[in-house]
């Protein structure tokens, strides 16, 4: 893989950690906005930051009536918002005209699927399966040991918070990590504590 190919594969990730965090606080499903045919979060963009000119660029995006909510200081990346009866594509060309943004985003909403398998009672809604032939992959699958698969995902409930509803297609075959247990200690010692099933490594928990 090429350093361009690494570096957009970055980029990508960051926007969808920061994208993912944006969403998970918002207290209502919010009236979305289409642009450019994609659904999208009104009164909100994601921009990257020239590190050397970042005290310029606030100042500029302030006083055009943005107000900064969350900085990202790691990868260069800020969250705005500005008033919802400015559209995106308005809050857009005035962010990128500011001296010291090279990137300016809007928050892109998608629709997530439930995790595919041969046990999925969401299987006819998902009809990206089938255009990538998962079912001719999971008639394979009876000739090999068990398979983990690691999900890089905006989380899964698997049922351990109480007063919650497991996730259906998942509860029954997550992974569980054998050396260790629910009881705020790192039993396997591998520095990570009541890894039982994964790790959140960007809020750096078990959540």
């Given at each position: 893989m090429s350093k361009s190919h690494v570096k957009g594969f970055a980029n990508t990730l960051v926007l969808v950690i920061c994208c993912s965090c944006l969403l998970s606080t918002l207290a209502e499903e919010p009236v979305l906005e289409i642009v450019n045919g994609r659904k999208v979060l009104p009164g909100n963009l994601i921009v990257r930051v020239d590190k050397a000119r970042i005290t310029?660029?606030?100042?500029a995006l302030s006083v055009r009536g943005f107000e900064l909510i969350k900085a990202f200081a790691r990868v260069d990346v800020e969250w705005w918002r500005f008033d919802s009866r400015t559209?995106?594509?308005?809050a857009l060309d005035v962010a990128r005209r500011i001296p010291g943004v090279p990137r300016a985003y809007p928050v892109a909403v998608y629709?997530?699927?439930?995790?595919?398998?041969?046990?999925?009672?969401y299987y006819q809604k998902q009809y990206a399966l089938r255009l990538m032939d998962f079912p001719q992959a999971w008639k394979l699958l009876g000739a090999f040991d068990p398979i983990v698969v690691a999900l890089a995902d905006t989380g899964m409930n698997v049922g351990l918070t109480?007063?919650?509803?497991p996730h259906l297609d998942l509860k029954d075959n997550i992974y569980t990590n054998?050396?260790?247990i629910l009881d705020n200690e790192d039993n396997d010692e591998n520095g990570y504590t009541d890894d039982l099933h994964g790790w959140d490594c960007y809020g750096g928990d078990n959540g």
């Open positions: 310029e660029v606030r100042d559209t995106v594509p308005e629709e997530l699927f439930s995790a595919p398998g041969r046990n999925d009672a109480t007063g919650t509803d054998p050396g260790e």
